[in-house]
């Protein structure tokens, strides 16, 4: 028996997240809400060896500071759509129906920023097109740091660095993307299985 155990993997931060969204999401009764949400969240935790380094940190985005209080942003507007307000316990998802925002050509079909606790986290963007999907990649290339190659033409490419996760992905069969500036210390997840904080 003692020799059974002993043969076991260590459990990963893979078995660790995936058990604590199980935990969260029985216990608020939304196991099927956020799913998208829950997956990514899954992938940037794994911190794959391939994913690129944030060579110039954000500390935000566009005026919103990591951290930065809702009431700091008057022109938020709490999100109550049930597919899209966040199932995670203590996040709240903000937009801003007047903000018209464009990226390197790339207009946004939807912004939407995550409070985790009052405190800002996460800023979510959805487009439309490979072509745009390009576009934001040059652009994060430009700004953040550069992608390995082979990576370029991946549908999911990942930046990661000290204190913050980017995330661009691209869905082939509905032509619909999303970007994700993610900061670490204001994750839905507790930190304690938080391995992108460098590159495996």
């Known amino acids: 028996m003692r020799d059974a155990a002993a043969s076991r993997p260590a459990p990963t931060a893979f078995g660790r997240v995936t058990r604590c969204v199980r935990s969260r999401a029985a216990k608020c009764g939304c196991a099927s809400i956020g799913v998208a949400l829950v997956l990514l ?12 380094r944030i060579t110039n940190e954000p500390n935000g985005f566009n005026g919103y500071t990591w951290g930065a209080a809702s009431t700091q942003y008057p022109s938020l507007r709490l999100v109550t759509e049930p597919l899209i ?3 995670l316990p203590g996040v709240e998802v903000y937009e801003n129906p007047v903000e018209a925002l464009t990226v390197n050509g790339v207009a946004f079909t939807r912004v939407y920023y995550r409070f985790l606790k009052g405190q800002l986290g996460s800023i979510e963007f959805r487009y439309e097109g490979r072509e745009n999907r390009e576009k934001l990649r040059q652009w994060i290339e430009d700004h ?3 992608v390995p190659p082979p990576e370029r033409k991946q549908k999911h490419i990942e930046w990661h660095g ?3 996760v980017i995330s661009l992905g691209y869905d082939p069969h509905t032509n619909m993307g999303q ?4 900061y670490l210390a ?8 938080n391995t992108t904080g460098a590159v495996q």
């Open 162 to 164: 000290e204190n913050t």
């Open 186 to 193: 204001l994750s839905p997840f507790d930190n304690s299985f």
């Open 179 to 182: 970007l994700w500036l993610i």
């Open 41 to 52: 969240l899954l992938a940037l935790w794994t911190a794959p060896a391939c994913a690129a």
């Open 85 to 87: 307000a966040d199932p």
């Open 144 to 146: 953040y740091g550069k």
